[in-house]
């Protein structure tokens, strides 16, 4: 049982009821796409005006992601480990070749 909404966003009186219910609005309708905040904010007809509260809406998404799938699982095999997928991810990102220059082209 939840006891009491927690305001995420002062600037636009979002709470974190709100961001998870537009999350799942989304999830429904593509349970693969991938959330991001700039789509919770549409979702909310608002905009991120100091975005300091963007680090926590990220949280709520990875939160409220994991939480739908393992909920819509059937065996302990289908889950997955939404944060090691994403550190896979940022791994392969990182590293790798930029604006499609070649590994020894320096600007200045």
Known sequence: MRLADMLVCQC?????????????????????????????????????????????????????????HMQQARTPADLIDVREHLAALKRNRIGGRRERRSTNHRAA
Not at 23 to 46: C, F, N, S, T
């Open 12 to 68: 636009n009186m979002i709470s974190d009821r709100d961001i998870e219910e537009i999350i799942l609005e989304y999830l429904r309708a593509d349970p693969w796409q991938l959330v991001v905040p700039a789509m919770v904010y549409r979702g909310l007809e608002r905009k991120a005006k100091c975005s300091g509260c963007v680090p926590n809406v990220v949280d709520i998404i990875v939160r409220t992601t994991e939480n739908y």
